[in-house]
């Protein structure tokens, strides 16, 4: 039982941090717009367009990658909880 729990949380550590490095785009995205603090429609619009085209794909390609380890991880972890 308690070999079960340090895997949990193992599992669940992992999870956060395989998301937390997923989302770092976005948040570096966040961080530039508060600092920048666009005022009207076009400044948000080219920071908006800014960020989709140097950062989307890595944050696409990033996200794909943490999904995939994500359901490998948890499939696992329900896999053998069923044997």
Known sequence: MVRR????????????????????P??????????????????NLVLTMAFLYFLGLLQLVLFLIAAWITYCLWSDFFFLRAK
């Open 26 to 43: 976005l948040w570096f995205f966040l961080v530039a717009r508060f600092f920048l603090n666009p005022f009207g429609y076009w400044e």
């Open 5 to 24: 729990i340090k895997n949990f949380l193992k599992l669940l550590f992992v999870f956060i941090g395989v998301w937390v490095a997923a989302l770092i």
